[in-house]
C-alpha cells in the first residue's frame, strides 16, 4: 500500500496563501507526472496543476497567475503555492503521482477553505 503523505491545507481569508505538499515514498522510482486535483462540494473532481520529471508545468485556466507548482525530486516531493486564494479555490485538495507502466496513486485530500 502506497502512501501519499499530504499537509498544508487550512483556512484562510480570501487574498491570503497557503502552501500544500505532498510526499511520496523515498523509495518510489520512476516518477513522471506530480499533479494536484481538487474537488468542491456538488462538482467533479478537477485538474490544478500539473509538473513532469522535465519540469514542465500545466495550469488549470482558472489559477494561472496565482498558484505555482513545484517538485523536489530528491525528496520525491510536490508543492503548490496558492496565491491571491478566492472563495471559490474552497476544496478539498488531492495529490497525484503518475508513473511509468501507467501507475497512478493519490492522496488522502487536504482541505482547503477560503473565507470571503
Known amino acids: 500500500h502506497v502512501q501519499l503523505v499530504e499537509s498544508g491545507g487550512g483556512l484562510v481569508q480570501a487574498g491570503g496563501s497557503l502552501r500544500l505538499s505532498c510526499a511520496a515514498p523515498?523509495?518510489?522510482?520512476?516518477?513522471?507526472?506530480m499533479g494536484w486535483y481538487r474537488q468542491a462540494p456538488g462538482k467533479q473532481r478537477e485538474s490544478v496543476a500539473a509538473?513532469?520529471?522535465?519540469?514542465?508545468?500545466n495550469y488549470a485556466d482558472s489559477v494561472k497567475g496565482r498558484f505555482t507548482i513545484s517538485r523536489d525530486n530528491a525528496k520525491n516531493t510536490v508543492y503548490l503555492r496558492m496565491n491571491s486564494l478566492k472563495p471559490e479555490d474552497t476544496a478539498v485538495y488531492y495529490c497525484?503521482?503518475?508513473?511509468?507502466?501507467?501507475?497512478?496513486?493519490w492522496g488522502q485530500g487536504t482541505q482547503v477553505t477560503v473565507s470571503s
Open positions: 523515498r523509495n518510489m522510482f520512476n516518477i513522471n507526472e
Open positions: 509538473i513532469t520529471s522535465g519540469g514542465a508545468t
Open positions: 497525484n503521482i503518475k508513473r511509468v507502466g501507467r501507475l497512478e496513486y
